[in-house]
């Protein structure tokens, strides 16, 4: 049989060899590099085989079988479980969503500032318990002054909540304002990496850091918003958000931010190019929306309610009865007109006691009958406390009880769906790891392996130098 | 599974981060001494948390109101106590003026007695207490009682009011804290008048017949709302001692409720720091270590 490759091939091999393990080298080397970085999928340098020496045909010589001819890294692999990123990429959205949540009740917790001596509920009490020291003490200035004493930091105490309820309300729309300017920075970016990977990848090249930078950018904005990924050509990605394109190939929409005149300059998100309202149903957007226009509208319309309910109620009795100098017919809260703002009026931010009353304290009705020593007026005022006031059923402690119970619900709520979705991430990601994770222990015997073959790979070639020195400079020259 | 540095750096960051978590949480409640301190610690603890301490002012309240009201029926007792003595010297007085063989001008000293004591019950009528008149009813600015005559007092007029003033001593529950004077105190005077009258008269037949007979009817009004007043002392009292023990037992409560066990939490504290200190330390001996530290 005739050794067919050429005298030369063997260093064609070890040649061969030395580059695909200085290639792998490197790689290994890039992995190292890269052990910490986010978003990093380790890479692996394939090797195969050469093709054989000879390639059938019908010319071929007839030898002894097909000869390997060595080594070459055939492509870089990015490993990558592309399944278990997309399930973390939905797991984001949801868990965007409750952390906005559970960040935003337990401020409103704290607004309420519950079970305390310095909230609302202590207000109230306190204002009952002034009305029935005034049943016994009806024509005592001094009692006078506590009840207006008392209702008035009960006013505060509700005009407070509420203003920093609305204040938070505001907050939020700037909240909403940054989070929108992220989303669109995103988009751009992932657009542009967009391009990038297309370029490479036509022409056949694996842009496998491009991709784990894009990954990375998708993670974050699927945390902000519900961004449906889907694959596009040449390597690219689309992001459709509420059904609408934010990211096609290489282009990038925009979203806009602005405050909406229907909605009480409430900051609404649109898209730049068409106005449309933007539909979000997940994520930390929609935690913040969600919030912004429903639970903090409930807590405050809440508070509307019953301190419509207080002013209106205090207000019929307190006309039934007669002040000091003897007239009957007046109110002891302000009146609140529910015509400007359906359905109650802002009545927690409107709440004070009358002009009247505040300036002469003798038209506080405590007298039934008109004699001063008669506190019975003031008692029914004070039996308003066990009235069942809230549609017949309840009284405004129970109500307000039942607010708070309420709030706490929401917010542990939270707190636990928060909690559930970290387990479940850090579950994602430990599988996600698994895969793509760095181990520097495995790199450094990799590291030894290569070593080892590249070694081998320079030895070969020093053995196969040696013997073509024996056949060229050696052989054939007896007798020289 | 295969798992790398990264997945045991992240574990272990994540597992002190849940231990430090508790170990925060513990040392609030220590703190605090309170285990809800936010609605969402316990909701339904926070909102019977309201509900009781809604119940601890009423029941201080309406303690307030009772003890008002014992304090005000004290005091109607003691003038209605001054009134019978009154009435007693008024009998002795009306006894020793009716036997037929006293002389005019002792007479007429026991009739200036009676003037003194008309007097002196018109001055107990009139009672002051507390910035209102005892007597007075809802009226409780006017002077409850005005004679008319001069100098000998020849008639009374009451310009009090004639409602009791109303106090709640329980939710609800309402009691009447007063009597007014033309109920108690009127028929008396306008008795010891006539009798004053009949003794400067000298009319023996009315003296012994009539006059002692209102007389006792005077004194016998008098005991009755006395003892009306000594009932409505004792059902206070009693009351009052029953809010005590409401009130107790709603503190009892409320503490239950949101108190901090102590002894536990000092314990799960304890046992807390120990599981981090062992966390801490374990996660420093995996952490470390690497192929490298043991290649040539």
Redesign the interface.
């Known amino acids: 049989m005739v050794h067919l490759a050429g005298s030369f091939s063997g260093i064609e091999i070890a040649r061969r060899s030395l580059d695909a393990h200085r290639t792998a080298l490197d790689v290994t080397g890039h992995n190292i590099a890269n052990a910490n970085t986010p978003g990093y999928s380790r890479q692996i340098a394939s090797m195969s085989p050469t093709r054989a020496y000879p390639v059938p045909g019908y010319g071929s010589p007839n030898t002894a079988g097909q000869v390997g001819t060595g080594v070459e890294v055939t492509r870089i692999e990015r490993m990558k479980d592309s399944f278990i990123e997309e399930r973390i990429w939905e797991e984001n959205q949801v868990t965007g969503r409750w952390s906005e949540r559970e960040d935003a009740l337990e401020q409103i917790e704290l607004i309420f500032n519950e079970p305390s001596e310095s909230g609302i509920r202590s207000a109230m009490d306190q204002y009952w318990e002034a009305l029935q020291e005034l049943t016994k003490r009806p024509d005592d200035l001094a009692a006078r002054a506590v009840v207006a004493e008392r209702a008035s930091v009960l006013a505060d105490t509700l005009q407070q909540t509420r203003l920093q309820l609305t204040q938070y309300q505001s907050d939020l729309d700037r909240s909403v304002m940054v989070k929108v300017r992220e989303v669109n920075s995103l988009a751009t970016q992932i657009a542009d990496l967009n391009d990038q990977i297309a370029r490479i990848t036509v022409s056949g090249g694996r842009p496998n850091d491009l991709y784990d930078q894009r990954d990375l950018l998708v993670a974050r904005l699927s945390r902000l918003v519900d961004a449906d990924v889907s694959t596009g050509s040449q390597g690219m990605i689309n992001i459709a958000l509420g059904g609408v394109s934010l990211v096609s190939g290489n282009r990038a929409s925009q979203l806009r931010a602005e405050p909406d005149g229907d909605r009480a300059g409430r900051v609404s998100i649109e898209w730049e190019w068409t106005g449309e309202q933007a539909v979000i149903t997940n994520g930390e957007l929609k935690g913040i929306l969600e919030i912004r226009d429903q639970d903090l509208n409930y807590y405050i319309t809440a508070l509307d309610s019953m301190a419509l309910t207080l002013i209106e109620e205090t207000n019929r009795v307190h006309r039934e009865g007669y002040g000091l100098d003897g007239f009957n017919g007046r109110n002891f809260w302000e009146p609140v007109d529910t015509s400007v703002e359906p359905p109650y009026g802002q009545a927690a931010a409107r709440i004070r006691v009358s002009d009247e009353i505040r300036s002469d304290l003798n038209k506080i009705a405590a007298s039934a009958s008109g004699l001063p020593g008669d506190g019975s007026n003031a008692l029914r005022l004070a039996e308003l406390k066990q009235a069942r006031l809230v549609d017949g059923t309840a009284t405004l402690s129970d109500e307000y009880a039942s607010l708070i119970a309420s709030l706490g619900v929401a917010s542990q709520e939270a707190k636990t769906m928060v909690d559930n979705q970290e387990t479940l991430l850090n579950h994602l990601e430990d599988l996600g790891g698994a895969v793509s994770g760095v181990s520097l222990d495995e790199e450094v015997a990799n590291m030894i392996q290569y070593q080892h073959a590249y070694n081998a790979a320079a030895r070969l070639m020093t053995t196969m130098d040696e013997m073509l020195d024996v056949l060229i400079n050696r052989t054939g020259i007896v007798g020289r | 599974?295969?798992?790398?540095?990264?997945?045991l750096v992240?574990?272990s960051v994540?597992n002190l981060n849940d231990s430090l978590e508790r170990l925060d949480e513990l040392n609030r409640r220590i703190s605090t001494g309170k285990t809800?301190s936010?609605?969402?610690?316990?909701?339904?603890g926070?909102?019977t948390?309201?509900?009781l301490?809604?119940s601890l002012?009423?029941v201080q309240?309406y303690t307030?109101?009772v003890e008002?009201s014992i304090s005000w029926l004290n005091a109607t007792d003691s003038a209605l106590g001054e009134a019978t003595a009154v009435l007693q010297r008024a009998r002795e007085l009306a006894v020793q003026g009716a036997n037929g063989t006293v002389p005019d001008d002792a007479r007429e000293a026991i009739a200036l007695e009676i003037d003194e004591l008309i007097d002196h019950l018109v001055q107990v009528g009139n009672t002051f207490h507390d910035?209102?008149y005892l007597f007075?009813?809802?009226?409780?600015?006017t002077r409850p009682f005005q004679t008319t005559g001069s100098p000998a007092v020849t008639g009374v007029v009451y310009n009090g009011?004639t409602?009791p003033?109303?106090?709640?001593i329980g939710?609800?529950i309402?009691m009447e804290m007063d009597f007014s004077g033309d109920q108690v105190l009127v028929g008396s005077i306008e008795t010891l008048i006539k009798l004053r009258d009949d003794l400067r008269a000298g009319n023996t037949a009315e003296l012994s017949g009539t006059d002692l007979g209102a007389l006792e009817d005077a004194l016998d009004t008098v005991l009755y709302y006395r003892a009306e007043a000594g009932a409505k002392i004792n059902r206070l009292e009693r009351t009052l001692s029953r809010f005590q023990d409401l009130e107790l037992n709603v503190n009892t409560l409320i503490s239950e409720n949101?108190d901090v066990d102590m002894a536990k939490a000092i314990m799960d504290l304890k046992t807390e720091e120990n599981i981090y200190r062992a966390a801490l330390s374990s996660s420093a001996r995996i952490i470390q270590p690497?192929?490298?530290d043991f290649?040539k």
Request: hydrophobic letters at 30%.
């Open positions: 599974m295969r798992v790398t540095n990264g997945t992240r574990h994540n809800i936010t609605p969402s610690d316990d909701p339904a926070a909102a948390s309201l509900r301490r809604s002012a009423e309240q307030r109101n008002d910035g209102r007075g009813g809802q009226d409780t600015v009011g409602e003033i109303v106090t709640e939710a609800g309402r949101e690497s192929l490298l290649l």
